[in-house]
């Protein structure tokens, strides 16, 4: 009999786990609801990680563009063409501190609504915001991510 209860109370445990795994990340990365429990060190590490990530890709991806050239003739008009295309900007602006970034994250996510969004989302607002774009552009830019919630990409199996 005690085992029985010992299972139950294991199984429901593990349901629970299960469930709260999938509410705090969305299309798996971690989304307003795994920020809001995350300490100041544990947003600030977050944030410049996201920093450090896109510069590494920026820098990637310019010094394969400045090297085309050097590619064999078949694949040089597809890599020119994807680098005149490419326009690659920072994840924050220029100046903007990764703590006022951790702030303003913090402020998007004072908002219930807001809790399914990732924190890159979150982040791509408040640079928008810090970049001077207007209300409507954000706005538009939230409509856009809100549809996306609700028709989230399929899982590759």
Known sequence: MCYRSLALLIAAFLGNGSAQTTTVTTWGS????????LSSLAKTTYISGLVDGTRSGQAYIEATCKLVPLYPEPSRPTL??????????ALLPAGVA???AVKGVDVFFD???HLRFRVLDAVGIFSMKAAGKSQSEIDKFLEVLRAALQSPPEQKR
Do not use: H, M, Y
């Open 111 to 113: 908002s219930p609504e």
């Open 98 to 100: 990764i703590e006022d």
């Open 80 to 89: 020119n063409a994807f680098c005149d295309r490419l326009q690659i900007t």
């Open 30 to 37: 971690i989304n307003g609801r795994a920020w809001v429990k």
